[in-house]
């Protein structure tokens, strides 16, 4: 079986093999395997395989569906009821475990469905397993039996499946092409692929957008439609021709009902489509559930009917004065589809006609754009609907629309005439910037740099803004940031005056720090901040929040990334939702909130994978392998590092693969394996291609160098990093600056920095980082012959690692904590109360009882955090968990527990 067969269907296929493992030890059952035409429930029906059981098949025959018993005779040669259709499954079993494959059950008869659906859902002693599959809208009667829906394939799969069936490779634009033609169908893909001409997997020939006419999806297509009365062919292709001008909105039944009237039928003639499921009326709209079968059935019509349907169409809407935007656009559509030739007036129509929103933008400018008579109104047209086409999430739209023509100028996606004139200066200006930002997130971004210099060469005020704020990550993702202001000298950006003033600090701000003048980038960076309060612009918004996490001001860089995805969503902005979720989740990281990364990587992961942005894709697997290493979670590291680096091509200097070296160094870290950490972090300069790696993986540098002796390794990075942290007045950052000079301090001067960075570490909002730094100065002390102090700092750290899962640092601070003398439950657990334990003995734990002992006291939960070296925020926590475990409402409550005896070790050693 081809390995292209069951991509994407993994979790159905483990179920069908649960399922015969399960009849093969006599417990057996039955699975019904439920999708549209196409969808792989043939193949997995084909691996229904066991050794050592025997196997019975039956396909569902259309010219036997009114003859009952005819399946369950051709399946088991006897014309029976269920009870005994279920005996005659049983005797067959008697001699081995028995494997049932019934396809196509939508066409058996009902007499024999009827008999099947008995035996299955009595097979539960029985070496028997019975798979059926069929349509997912077939009134098949199988109540009680196991569904699984075979839902579409996700863009990644389906790209995979690409991968499988052209080996040599697809220009990856044509891959999109393809991907969103099949709409997630399997057989689809595999019969778009398979008429691919040379030319057209090498992206020199348009693709094919349509099944072809001879595949067996089409011709399955084809003989639903014939077999539907002449009336109800001639409605849905009304309905075709209504989605085929604006697929991405549903079509109203009021227009499905004008359309059908006007053309001389009732609404009557859509009923038999309906009861077959090939159309379906819910929320005010009429749609094809299968959209293929909906674009067969515009296919299938002649050029003729067709154009008579969108004219049937057009003359069908209501009176124009009522019309909206949508009205005004699907209009024009369709009076577009009529025309036979170049109409310059009706492609400015079309243009006027775009609405806000990307994706239908993108539909109205492109069509435009082939009306127009004008070369030049055809370029601007093109590159706007590139523009819009990106922003909806389309890549593989975009980079078509803006494919270079004969003399190297924006053309038709597949150009056919003559070479145009050249256009404007600022259609190419737009051109080069769009294409880099699309290379720069789904692309080589060495060609974006080489595109943003161009754009800067050729900008003027309309490109400016957009070339200043896209060239700094540019510039950082292909490791050229000291180019930076060279590149855009003599671009000036005139806007808006607060968007003017915006990029003018912006611009201020990176010019100075990649010039190495830190000190310098933080005011124009800070007042960056500031006016992005008042900014709408989710693009705007999401390079205002790398300028927050430049300037060390995570908190305000989340705000910002989180309000740049919540508009960019609402503006069906897609391309720029993971965009700013990858700043978000950074934020989240630098926070503290481990768990918020985690979350919010994974829906930027999603969505970038979504909308073909592989390079943010990758960014976005880099920092979840980050948060893995960070709470040791070694298979879950390894295997995002692995997929991020898993495509050709990927550049060593990229912000993923620097986000992936400093991921497999903190594990080394974890295991001690500092020569090898030093090597992955010195080998990519600290992450030459992410500002985040640059200045967060310093730290690990650091901690490296210092364990294997070599101070020395990382006293310029350190150097960079304090001067850095100075600069943000981030107490998280100090902290941790603080701890890298206790690494590397002398023994004498080392116990001041950590004290220092323990202070730092309660003002800020991380506290994994504080029980880091506490391991190493547990560590410290213990090595240095105090005991009872480390005991204190190794429990505070193994209770924070064990709050957020770490196993690897629990261990290890567990080791410390037995090491300087204090019993611990476990390899990884909580410090063992001695003598007879007291209620808050058995229930607290070490620092709990601490906690309790001060508020008892009458300590606030800052001076409780100030005391134990802790955020007010983790006080509360354990505070509320306190009262949960004690069972008390109030601290007077906890204060008359505390008063028996209970909380006697609250006092904090110094």
């Avoid at 059950?105 to 028997?128: E, F, H, K, T, V």
């Avoid at 697809?170 to 689809?188: K, S």
């Avoid at 980079?399 to 005439?417: E, S």
């Avoid at 050229?480 to 808006?496: I, K, Q, S, T």
């Amino acid at each position: 079986m081809p390995k292209h067969s069951l991509r994407g269907r993994d979790r159905e296929l483990a179920l069908v093999r649960a399922l015969l493992r399960a009849a093969a030890d006599g417990h057996g059952g039955a699975l019904a395997l439920t999708g549209p035409p196409g969808s792989g429930r043939s193949s997995l029906l084909a691996s229904a395989v066991l050794p050592g059981t025997t196997r019975l098949t039956v396909t569902g025959c259309p010219a036997e569906a009114s003859l009952p018993g005819a399946a369950v005779h051709r399946l088991l040669a006897c014309v029976e009821d269920g009870p005994a259709v279920l005996a005659e499954l049983r005797r067959r079993a008697v001699a081995g475990p028995l494997v049932c494959c019934v396809d196509d059950m939508q066409w058996l008869d009902r007499a024999s469905l009827a008999a099947l659906a008995y035996a299955a859902r009595r097979l539960g002693g029985d070496p028997i397993a019975l798979v059926l599959a069929g349509d997912d809208d077939a009134d098949d009667g199988l109540d009680g039996v196991d569904r699984v829906p075979l839902d579409p394939l996700d863009t990644t799969t389906a790209q995979r499946v690409l991968r499988d069936l052209v080996p040599d490779g697809l220009q990856g634009d044509v891959a999109g092409v393809l991907v969103e033609a099949a709409r997630g169908n399997p057989a689809a893909l595999v019969a778009l692929a398979g008429g691919l001409t040379a030319p057209q997997r090498r992206g020199e020939a348009e693709p094919p957008v349509e099944l072809p006419a001879d595949s067996p999806l089409r011709v399955s297509h084809r003989r639903c439609l014939a077999a539907l009365p002449p009336a109800t062919r001639a409605a849905l292709l009304l309905l075709a021709a209504d989605e085929s001008v604006l697929p991405e909105r549903p079509v109203p039944v009021t227009r499905c009902v004008a359309a059908v009237e006007a053309s001389g039928l009732t609404v009557d003639a859509l009923q038999p489509a309906e009861r077959a499921g090939l159309v379906r009326v819910d929320a005010g709209a009429v749609r094809f559930p299968r959209p293929l079968f909906g674009a067969v059935v515009y296919a299938e019509a002649t050029l003729a009917e067709r154009r008579a349907a969108h004219r049937t169409l057009t003359f069908s809407s209501p009176a124009r004065e009522v019309w909206d935007a949508e009205t005004v656009l699907r209009e024009t559509l369709h009076v577009a589809a009529l025309a036979d030739g170049p109409d310059g007036k009706l492609a400015a129509e079309l243009a006027d006609a775009a609405p806000p929103e990307h994706a239908l933008a993108a539909r109205a400018l492109r069509r435009a754009a082939e009306l127009a008579a004008d070369p030049a109104d055809a370029d601007r047209y093109r590159v706007a609907a590139a523009g819009h086409a990106w922003r909806a999430g389309f890549p593989h739209r975009a980079r078509l629309l803006l494919r270079p023509g004969p003399a190297g100028l924006p053309a038709p996606a597949w150009p056919t005439a003559a070479p145009a004139p050249a256009p404007p200066v600022v259609v190419s200006a737009e051109r080069e910037l769009l294409l880099a930002e699309i290379e720069l997130r789904a692309g080589v971004v060495a060609d974006a740099y080489q595109m943003i210099r161009t754009s800067a060469e050729h900008t003027d005020a309309a490109v400016a803004p957009g070339t200043v704020m896209l060239a700094a990550e540019v510039l950082c993702a292909s490791g050229e940031r000291a180019r930076f202001a060279a590149v855009l000298r003599g671009v000036a950006p005139h806007h808006e005056p607060c968007v003017a003033e915006l990029l003018n600090r912006h611009f201020d701000g990176l010019s100075a720090m990649f010039g190495g003048n830190l000190a310098g980038a933080v005011p124009p960076l800070r007042k960056v901040l500031t006016l992005a309060g008042r900014m709408r612009d989710p693009a705007v918004l999401v390079r205002a929040a790398v300028a927050g996490l430049l300037i060390g001001d995570d908190a305000q860089a989340h705000r910002l990334a989180h309000r740049a995805a919540g508009l960019a969503r609402d503006a069906g902005e897609l391309a720029t939702v993971p965009q700013a979720l990858e700043i978000a989740a950074s934020a989240d990281l630098a926070l503290g909130g481990f768990e918020a990364a985690v979350s919010t990587g994974l829906e930027g992961l999603r969505l970038a994978r979504t909308t073909g942005q592989e390079n943010l894709a990758d960014n976005h697997l880099g920092l979840l392998a980050v948060l893995a290493a960070m709470v040791g979670d070694r298979a879950g590291c390894v295997a995002r590092v692995h997929a991020s680096r898993a495509r050709s091509g990927v550049d060593v200097d990229s912000p993923s693969w620097a986000l992936g070296a400093w991921a497999l160094s903190l594990l080394d870290v974890a295991d001690g394996r500092h020569q090898a950490a030093l090597t992955r972090l010195t080998r990519t300069e600290v992450g030459r291609g992410s500002l985040v790696v640059q200045a967060a993986g310093v730290p690990t540098l650091v901690e490296a160098a210092a364990g294997i002796g070599r101070p020395d390794l990382a006293a310029h990075a350190l150097r960079i990093f304090e001067a850095w942290t100075a600069c943000t007045a981030n107490p998280t950052w100090l902290a941790l600056s603080a701890r890298c000079r206790a690494l590397l301090a002398p023994p004498d001067e080392a116990e001041s920095h950590y004290v220092e960075a323990l202070r730092l570490h309660v003002l800020g909002d991380s506290d994994f980082a504080r029980a880091r730094t506490e391991l190493l100065f547990g560590q410290w002390l213990r090595r240095a012959r105090r005991p009872a102090a480390a005991r204190e700092h190794l429990e505070r750290a193994l209770e924070t690692f064990e709050q957020f899962g770490a196993g690897p640092w629990a261990e290890r601070a567990g080791a410390e904590l037995r090491a300087a003398g204090a019993p611990v439950l476990r390899a990884a657990g909580s410090p063992v109360a001695k003598g007879p334990p007291s209620r808050a003995d058995a229930v607290l734990t070490a620092q709990q009882r601490r906690i309790a002992g001060l508020v008892a006291d009458g300590a606030t939960n800052r001076e409780v955090a100030a005391a134990l070296y802790l955020s007010p925020r983790t006080v509360d926590h354990h505070l509320r968990n306190i009262f949960v475990r004690l069972g008390v409402r109030s601290r007077t409550e906890l204060a008359k527990i505390c008063r028996t005896g209970d909380c006697t070790d609250a006092a904090p050693h110094r």
